[in-house]
């Protein structure tokens, strides 16, 4: 098992990465401080997972289960959880597993940041984009009129669990979709990394490199997150590819034809590397590594079904934008990124033209 500790101004927890730790999670951290215990999750993954930590806890947990998917993540089941958790007379000592993929992080993040102002909650990640993305860095909500997290709050966990056991019974897309995020980093803070992420397909890795793999984008986005907390500045990097990520996952959401999230970011990735070169800031080559270390991967480069119209509404709601503008984090050079560039209207037009079919 390896350990991380991510410290920022606010906050310490530590981030446990190995292999089948959920059968010993009392092994892992102290459950015994608090006076009740929920597992948030899905009926995908708790039919899985919850009869294996259950197994290895020594006390009685609250289940609360909801549907899965990205359209769960609303107002309305938010309120479900809340009133689960009143109606099983949880109290401020209490604390709520969050078990799953993003969704569940985000939503079972939030609930615990406002019920009764505020209770312990723990990270349980089961998918790869989870282990290496939406679980750390204290960023948690829902969505909101259409709106992709347009709801939140920054929340620290009391740790994070990342078991790579729960990976095997992922899905293939989804667990291709984890590897977005991964080749993502790289490209914004590590061209060692970006290079040996996309050097062969995901599941030629070897379940050692795997865990690797997960810890060193553990340490990437805990190393922007210390360094920057609140998003005031460095960590904006980690935006790179969600700005257009976003609009196309919130225009999919409205069809039937949903993506997933890392899908959705790496068409993002390479239409905002685009408008990197389009700015002058980003060389063709470096652009063409992008491409091809994502088609690598089994991730899409492109889009059908969606106007240059609809996109550009999209972003100009986005909630990182600052007076009308869409500011953009964008590569420099693979390893190096830059925050809050501006570009006009017809370069952005340009850039989404190269990924729509």
């Not at 309120?79 to 099983?88: R, T």
């Not at 899905?171 to 992420?197: C, M, N, Q, T, W």
């Not at 984008?217 to 922007?224: L, N, R, V």
Request: charged letters at 25%; hydrophobic letters at 40%; one cysteine or more.
């Amino acid at each position: 098992m390896k350990k991380l500790i991510i410290r920022t101004k606010s906050s310490s927890y530590p981030i446990f990465i190995g292999n089948h730790l959920l059968e010993k999670l009392e092994e892992v951290i102290d459950l015994n401080q608090y006076s009740k215990i929920g597992i948030l999750t899905d009926e995908l993954i708790g039919k899985h997972f919850i009869p294996i930590i259950k197994k290895g806890l020594k006390r009685e947990v609250s289940e609360i289960i909801i549907q899965s998917g990205e359209k769960e993540k609303n107002i309305e089941t938010f309120q479900y959880i809340l009133e689960k958790l009143f109606k099983e007379q949880f109290d401020r000592k209490s604390l709520l597993i969050n078990l799953g993929g993003g969704v569940i992080g985000d939503l079972g993040g939030f609930v615990a940041g406002c019920f009764m102002r505020g209770i312990s909650f723990l990270q349980v990640p089961t998918t790869l984009l989870s282990q290496v993305d939406a679980s750390i860095g204290d960023k948690v909500g829902i969505n909101f009129v259409g709106i992709k997290n347009g709801i939140g709050l920054f929340n620290p966990p009391v740790g994070v669990i990342i078991d790579v056991h729960t990976l095997s019974t992922l899905p293939r897309r989804e667990f291709l979709s984890g590897f977005s995020e991964i080749i993502k980093h790289g490209i914004i803070a590590d061209k060692k990394y970006f290079e040996f992420v996309t050097s062969k397909k995901p599941a030629e890795f070897s379940k050692k490199e795997l865990v690797s793999i997960i810890k060193r984008s553990c340490e990437i986005k805990a190393s922007i997150v210390e360094a920057d907390e609140k998003e005031t500045g460095f960590r904006k990097t980690l935006n790179f590819g969600h700005t257009i990520g976003h609009a196309i996952e919130e225009l999919k959401l409205e069809t039937n034809a949903l993506l997933h999230h890392g899908e959705a970011v790496a068409i993002g990735m390479v239409a905002e590397s685009k408008l990197a070169e389009l700015l002058g800031m980003f060389n063709k080559h470096d652009l063409e590594k992008i491409k091809k270390g994502i088609i690598r991967a089994g991730l899409p480069t492109s889009i059908s079904n969606i106007s240059t119209e609809k996109m550009m509404d999209k972003m100009l709601s986005d909630k990182k934008n600052r007076n009308g503008k869409i500011l953009w984090s964008l590569p420099e050079k693979i390893g190096s990124a830059k925050f809050n560039i501006e570009a006009s209207e017809q370069l952005i037009i340009n850039a989404i033209k190269q990924i729509l079919l």
